[in-house]
T-cell receptor, first 113, second 112 residues
Framework: DTAVSQTPKYLVTQMGNDKSIKCEQN?????MYWYKQDSKKFLKIMFS???????INETVPNRFSPKSPDKAHLNLHINSLELGDSAVYFC????????????FGPGTRLTVL | SQQGEEDPQALSIQEGENATMNCSYK?????LQWYRQNSGRGLVHLIL?????REKHSGRLRVTLDTSKKSSSLLITASRAADTASYFC????????????FGGGTRLMVKP
């Protein structure tokens, strides 16, 4: 009965590889997000997505792409991984009409070697 | 510097004491939210205060908002060891769509 779930929890991979992180929410929310948290715990929004609109943080490299097969899922695909991509990635969801309180997944710790 | 900056970056107190964390931001906002993150976990929403509100309470939490100073504070009263976590403020603005902008967080340690 987890509200927002992510897989995998840990991901270790080599530079140059392509990887995906999956996210699912069972809250019926209309908007989902991806955040990156660096080693200093600073949390940066990467994407905001609902059925109508994708909002991309302009600082996010185009190697990162969100893919949403349906309203309850927003997966993050990363091409040509770089050392600097190592971080914890959080998925979140919200119902925008409810003042945008966000519910976070447990995070995926990505380590690029 | 970033929208939503917390002060102090780290805070260590004894159980039973009060903990106050501050947050400053730069742009106009619709609301400001506080989240808690336990080590190795995702963020958990604590409280939301709208731009037309000045103070809000939830259990042992008290949040204030001063839009003229673009600042907010989170007070945790009668702290417990279980309150040990990082606390983040986040702002929601009209010009940012649905996205929240988070500060760097305050790491709170409550010693038993």
């Amino acid at each position: 009965d987890t509200a927002v779930s992510q897989t995998p929890k840990y991901l270790v991979t080599q530079m140059g590889n392509d990887k995906s992180i999956k996210c699912e929410q069972n809250l019926g929310h209309d908007t989902m997000y991806w955040y990156k948290q660096d080693s200093k715990k600073f949390l940066k929004i990467m994407f905001s997505y609902n059925n109508k609109e994708l909002i991309i943080n302009e600082t996010v490299p185009n190697r990162f792409s969100p893919k949403s097969p349906d309203k309850a899922h927003l997966n993050l695909h990363i091409n040509s991984l770089e050392l600097g991509d190592s971080a914890v990635y959080f998925c979140a969801s919200s119902q925008v009409s409810l003042h945008n309180e966000q519910f976070f997944g447990p995070g995926t710790r990505l380590t690029v070697l | 510097s970033q929208q939503g900056e917390e002060d102090p970056q780290a805070l260590s107190i004894q159980e039973g004491e009060n903990a106050t964390m501050n947050c400053s931001y730069k742009t106009s906002i619709n609301n400001l939210q506080w989240y808690r993150q336990n080590s190795g976990r995702g963020l958990v929403h604590l409280i939301l205060i709208r731009s037309n509100e000045r103070e809000k309470h939830s259990g042992r939490l008290r949040v204030t908002l001063d839009t003229s100073k673009k600042s907010s504070s989170l007070l945790i009263t009668a702290s417990r060891a279980a309150d040990t976590a990082s606390y983040f403020c986040a702002t929601a603005s009209n010009n940012a769509g649905n996205m929240l902008t988070f500060g760097g967080g305050t790491r709170l340690m409550v010693k038993p």
